[in-house]
């Protein structure tokens, strides 16, 4: 799981390379890439050494399982940056999350029901229920409509960045909520990642930069 979150937080390091090669107005910089590296180690040190230790080097079904999650990581990059096409199109935040949301049911239904076979398990229960609409609610089609508005307004590169925030989160709801001890090296993963989010947004360091002159 570690390691999968390591991959995962490549995200941004592919979003800002295809977007630098496709939208005109997200250029790639120094700046850019220099941040999201600084993130991305603050990742690996968050979730600590033993998670490269389930690196596989050997083709295996962990390696392609690796591979799997780098493809989606790609993947992830890609969508943003087609995306982004939307506004240029006119098409709302809202209409796109919509959109999304519909294609992805009217695939997985028939996925779902051939795979997992809900017809053989048992009835679930009123709170089970309540917590499958919760997750499609909030978590997911509120969710995309969070996404395709910053998608919109701030660039695919921004909306990636997201992906480095889920170790921190983690980690910090652990250690509130469940008591779970917070290492120094969650401590130093969470500043790394900061500064790294600092650096890709820019203006922290314009402000720093204006106040020492």
């Given at each position: 799981?570690?390691?999968?979150?390591?991959?995962?937080?490549?995200?941004?390091?592919?979003?800002?390379?295809?977007?630098?090669?496709?939208?005109?107005?997200?250029?790639?910089?120094?700046?850019?890439?220099?941040?999201?590296?600084?993130?991305?180690?603050?990742?690996?040190?968050?979730?600590?050494?033993?998670?490269?230790?389930?690196?596989?080097?050997?083709?295996?079904?962990?390696?392609?399982?690796?591979?799997?999650?780098?493809?989606?990581?790609?993947?992830?990059?890609?969508?943003?940056?087609?995306?982004?096409?939307?506004?240029?199109?006119?098409?709302?935040?809202?209409?796109?999350?919509?959109?999304q949301v519909t294609?992805?049911?009217i695939i997985l239904?028939?996925?779902?029901?051939?795979?997992?076979?809900?017809?053989?398990?048992?009835?679930?229960?009123?709170?089970?229920?309540l917590a499958i609409?919760?997750?499609?609610?909030?978590?997911?089609?509120?969710?995309?409509?969070?996404?395709?508005?910053?998608?919109?307004?701030?660039?695919?590169?921004?909306?990636?960045?997201?992906?480095?925030?889920?170790?921190?989160?983690?980690?910090?709801?652990?250690?509130?909520?469940?008591?779970?001890?917070?290492?120094?090296?969650?401590?130093?993963?969470?500043?790394?990642?900061?500064?790294?989010?600092?650096?890709?947004?820019?203006?922290?360091?314009?402000?720093?930069?204006?106040?020492?002159?």
């Amino acid at each position: 799981a570690g390691l999968a979150a390591i991959i995962n937080a490549s995200t941004p390091l592919f979003t800002v390379l295809i977007a630098g090669a496709f939208l005109v107005d997200e250029h790639m910089t120094p700046q850019k890439v220099i941040g999201v590296l600084v993130g991305l180690f603050g990742v690996g040190v968050l979730i600590g050494a033993d998670a490269f230790a389930e690196l596989g080097l050997n083709m295996s079904l962990t390696t392609l399982a690796q591979l799997a999650i780098l493809g989606a990581a790609i993947s992830y990059g890609c969508a943003s940056v087609f995306g982004r096409r939307f506004k240029s199109l006119g098409v709302s935040p809202f209409s796109t999350a919509v959109g999304q949301v519909t294609a992805a049911t009217i695939i997985l239904l028939p996925m779902s029901y051939i795979v997992e076979r809900p017809d053989q398990l048992a009835n679930p229960s009123l709170v089970t229920g309540l917590a499958i609409v919760c997750l499609g609610v909030f978590c997911t089609a509120l969710g995309y409509l969070l996404y395709f508005r910053i998608l919109s307004s701030s660039g695919a590169t921004n909306v990636v960045l997201v992906t480095f925030l889920v170790p921190v989160t983690a980690a910090f709801l652990g250690w509130l909520i469940l008591g779970e001890q917070l290492h120094g090296r969650y401590v130093t993963g969470m500043v790394l990642i900061g500064l790294g989010l600092a650096a890709i947004d820019g203006r922290p360091w314009e402000k720093l930069r204006a106040v020492l002159r």
